[in-house]
């Protein structure tokens, strides 16, 4: 099924959560809604699964193209995996994920057998057959985030919202899940909505990206599109670290020549460079072509990259590069080391843009 | 009575040494002792006492009070003590019939303050609107209110003389002792009535109005927390899995809730049973609309103190079977925690 939201303007109070947003899934697709914190994330879900309505005359909802504002909760084939699970403390995990099934009007409810044998299937998809008997107090929070997407699974619904499936796990167990997400996604085929704050997850899984800020969706795309070709200032740093070189605009910040919003980066006036830590390139020597002078501050090593911190002898600003292990010790660098710093590729935005 | 079980409820945290006063352990005995002694002295004893006087003309004395026989037909005794008789057997018929009405204004009263007490705490609990803070303490009124004074407001509103008294004093209601069911060939309504009374005040409806007042903010008040710490997740997640508002509040709400409910609606159920006040000012005083207490009060002003001792008792009773449920649900909560069901209430 796929979801369309048309120009969906939710307010609570005279605060605007979200403001005209548009938004296409087509049907098997795993979208990520990223944004920092109060950005409308939860609030645009929760408006597409019905518990939220939008504001009187802003906005239509479309599921598989039909309009379904008059369509309660229950009835739109949602099933919705809330932030902080919401599993029902007095049912055991069973009772839990049968309980969409158990609901349902007796003529078309599955019988006990049929119901037990479901349970038990979603159980296997979650890996946790055996502990139907358990509480959900008695379970670790991945495996409660799990029996929460399996208990969401059980009705078959044709669209699945997740708010921040791994939002209270720690590092490892996010990294297992959402391997484990993209899997069950690719097993299951259901149109799947996510909403995470954490960048890295929506670029490894998602098929594609919204980044949202303040209520409004700034860039929609595949993970390569919204990160090597942001669409606006506050893209490219929401979506990982990035470095910023303030300057005029002028030969040296436009070396790698990509720039945005329209302005020609030729014409006189201040403007941003961009850089991604691996776009930044240090050397001892100032080989030919113009670049910043700076003094290593610290380094770190971060797995098979180290990262290498820079203070520009004349902004004073920090930069952060990335370095592979070979040039790191090509390099040699020692703290308190003057070196010449540069960059393969720079995103470049005129100083009118606010982020 | 109720009063206690209150304010233990609120310090079942106590336990473990303080190490601030932990060092002086006088300070523990001394403190321990002045509370049991006073709770001895103002509970305990004055308990005790209601029962040893209920019995103080041993079993067959108690029973009396309530089922006393009158003179035997056809023998020949005493005028003086014929008419002791057939006044125990009258004394003992106002007894029962004072029970009878308790059993039905304060049940009637219960049902309708647990409908309201959910409705107000779920109101209060899940929703946010404006004047909820007002809300709030307008349920928590009649505690700050004298029952004698509720009783008042409401022979002034609907006393013969009073605000909506030309419509109260010819207000219709069926005599629930009448009430049959007549099937529904022919009626949408399926109970018939032979009797109708008339009026609100001075009548057990009036009764049941006082009583309801005075004990609304039980239910409700004991509800609140756990309403509110629940949340709408769990319901909301209970929708969207297809249940309809009656599973969702059949499934998901009620189990969450059902422990501070009972509670709720055994301390409303105490309170009901023995209001005195509000009672004593709407029901005119009339011997037929006695309850419990109003009729203790009788047996107590004619000097007949077994039997008003007798009759409370039953009331003592009461509160302690409330007080043994409260211990049962305190401990299967404690269990169900320790079990990992989740903490509820
Ligand atoms: N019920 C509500 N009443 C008033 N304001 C609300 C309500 N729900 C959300 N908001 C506001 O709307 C804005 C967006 O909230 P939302 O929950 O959608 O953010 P989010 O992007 O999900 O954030 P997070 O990542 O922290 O979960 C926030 O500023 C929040 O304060
Ligand atoms: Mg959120």
Same mark, same amino acid.
């Given at each position: ?183 069950? !996604? ?91 830590? !691996? ?49 790191? !010790? ?26 | ?345």
């Amino acid at each position: 099924m796929s979801v369309e939201v048309r120009n969906l303007t939710k307010s609570y109070g005279n605060f605007t959560a979200v403001k005209d947003v548009s938004l296409v899934v087509n049907t098997g697709q795993l979208v990520a809604l990223v944004g920092p914190s109060g950005s409308g994330k939860t609030t645009l879900l929760r408006s597409i699964a019905g518990l939220e309505q939008p504001d009187p005359g802003a906005g239509t909802i479309l599921l598989n193209g039909k309009d379904v504002a008059a369509e309660p909760v229950g009835r739109r084939k949602i099933g919705f995996v809330f932030q902080h699970y919401a599993l029902f403390k007095h049912m055991t995990v069973g009772e839990n994920v049968a309980f969409g099934l158990r609901v349902r009007p007796w003529r078309s409810r599955p019988s006990r057998q049929e119901i037990r044998k479901i349970v038990g299937e979603l159980l296997d998809l979650v890996q946790l057959r055996g502990m139907e008997r358990r509480y959900p107090s008695q379970l670790s929070g991945g495996q409660r985030q799990r029996i929460a997407l399996a208990r969401a699974l059980a009705t078959k619904p044709a669209v699945l919202l997740l708010d921040e499936p791994f939002g209270a796990l720690d590092a490892k167990v996010r990294r297992e899940l959402r391997q484990w997400l993209r899997q069950l !996604h690719h097993d299951v085929g259901v149109t799947t909505i996510f909403v995470t704050h954490d960048q890295e997850e929506a670029l490894e899984v998602a098929d594609r990206v919204a980044v949202m800020n303040k209520g409004v969706i700034e860039q929609i795309g595949t993970p390569t599109e919204v990160y090597d070709h942001p669409a606006t200032p506050f893209v490219q740093t929401f979506l990982g670290t990035v470095n910023l070189f303030r300057g005029r605009i002028a030969e040296d910040l436009q070396k790698s020549g990509e720039t945005s919003n329209g302005r020609d980066p030729t014409s006189p006036g201040k403007a941003t460079a961009f850089v991604r830590p !691996h776009d930044v390139e240090i050397s001892r020597l100032a080989n030919g072509h113009p670049g910043l002078v700076g003094e290593v501050i610290s380094t770190s090593m971060t797995g098979p990259t180290t990262r290498v911190y820079l203070q520009l002898s004349d902004s004073r600003e920090l930069v952060e590069a990335e370095l592979t292990r070979n040039r790191y !010790h090509e390099l040699a660098l020692k703290i308190g080391d003057t070196v010449y710093v540069s960059w393969r590729k720079a995103k470049v935005f005129a100083d009118d843009y606010s982020i | 009575m109720t009063t206690t079980t209150l304010a233990t409820s609120s310090n079942r945290r106590a336990d473990g040494e303080n190490p601030a006063t932990g060092s002086a352990r006088w300070v523990r005995i001394v403190l321990t002792l002045a509370t049991v002694a006073f709770i001895g002295i103002f509970v305990v004893l004055p308990l005790a006492n209601v029962f040893a006087q209920a019995f103080s003309h041993g079993v067959s004395g108690y029973v009396h009070a309530f089922f006393a026989d009158g003179p035997p037909r056809g023998v020949h005794m005493p005028v003086r003590e014929r008419l002791k008789m057939i006044t125990a057997a009258s004394q003992a018929r106002q007894t029962r019939s004072a029970i009878a009405m308790t059993l039905l204004v304060g049940t009637t009263a219960v049902v309708f303050n647990v409908v309201f007490g959910v409705a107000a705490a779920w109101a209060v609990g899940k929703f946010r609107f404006r004047g909820k803070t007002l809300l709030i303490s307008l349920i928590d009124l009649p505690f700050s209110v004298s029952p004698v004074v509720a009783g008042l407001i409401f022979v002034l509103l609907f006393g013969r003389e009073g605000v909506f008294g030309n419509w109260a004093t010819h207000f219709k209601w069926p005599d629930p002792f009448s009430i049959y069911w007549r099937g529904f060939n022919g009626h949408w309504w399926p109970f018939g009535d032979d009797q109708q009374l008339e009026g609100i005040v001075f009548t057990p409806l009036g009764i049941v109005l006082g009583t309801i007042f005075v004990t609304f903010p039980f239910v409700a008040r004991s509800l609140m927390p756990t309403v509110e710490a629940q949340g709408v997740e769990e319901e909301q997640a209970a929708l969207s899995l297809g249940a309809s508002g009656w599973q969702t509040f059949r499934r998901v709400t009620l189990p969450n809730i059902r422990w501070a409910l009972l509670y709720g609606i055994m301390l409303c159920t105490c309170r009901a049973f023995g209001e005195f006040g509000a009672v004593s000012v709407v029901s005119g005083n009339t011997d037929a609309n006695d309850t419990i207490p109003l009729r203790v009060e009788k047996l107590w002003q004619s000097y007949d103190s077994q039997a008003a001792f007798a009759l409370a008792s039953l009331l003592a009773g009461l509160a302690l079977i409330t007080l043994l449920i409260k211990g049962v649900v305190d401990w299967r909560r404690a269990a169900t925690v320790r079990a990992g069901g989740g903490g509820v209430l």
